[in-house]
């Protein structure tokens, strides 16, 4: 049966929750099917996410990865398009480290594209009014180094992986930030996982953004 790795993030930068981590675990207490689930709540430093990635895709050999993760500020439930090699980080991880313009993976490509259907995962977001949009960018902080230490990991290989960005959860955030209430985050992750099970082809539209 096919296998699907999910993970989110802990808190970060003096946060007490991560509506990423919230939503997965809720993702995994309600997942019915044949479909193999695995989660993983993952730490938010550079070498540790990066690592805990790499040792999941080891033991589990998943078919899917989809990494998801907090990115305040956005209105919408954001997949991303692509990955870049490149670690420059505008605050100090979890545990204070703050590269400025290093590599995610030296001697790697520059980028890489997620190799799930992100159009049609956006398309089947706002088809179930969750408010959706594609992005292309997934910035240069943690987020950004494990979908690429994911899709590097992964080249070459029948295994998809990719990423989306989730905006804060109702009472989580700051005054005033946009946010979803956490059931619709939780369900937005739940339609993203079964799109990218089910389809290895994307659809054909325009759409995404600079977030």
Known sequence: ???????????????????????VRAVAE???????????????????????????????????????GLAGGRTAVTPERIAVNLADARIPD?????????????????????????????????????????????GTFVCNATMYAALHATEGTATRAGFIHLPWAEGTGPDGAPSLPIETIRDALEIAAR?????????????????
């Open 1 to 23: 049966m096919p296998t699907l790795l999910l993970t989110g993030f802990e808190p970060f930068a003096g946060d007490t929750v991560n509506p990423s981590g919230d939503a």
């Open 30 to 68: 309600r997942w019915t099917g044949s479909d193999r689930l695995i989660t993983e709540v993952l730490p938010v430093t550079f070498d540790g996410a990066i690592a805990r990635m790499a040792a999941l895709l080891d033991e589990h050999r998943p078919d899917v990865v989809l990494a998801t």
């Open 94 to 138: 979890n545990v204070g480290h703050r590269p400025q313009d290093a590599a995610v993976v030296e001697g790697g490509p520059a980028a890489y594209f997620a190799t799930l259907p992100v159009k049609a995962i956006s398309a089947a977001l706002g088809a179930a009014g969750i408010p959706s949009t594609l992005s292309h960018t997934a």
């Open 195 to 211: 799109v990218a099970l089910a389809s290895e082809d994307d659809v054909a539209a325009a759409g995404g953004e600079l977030s």
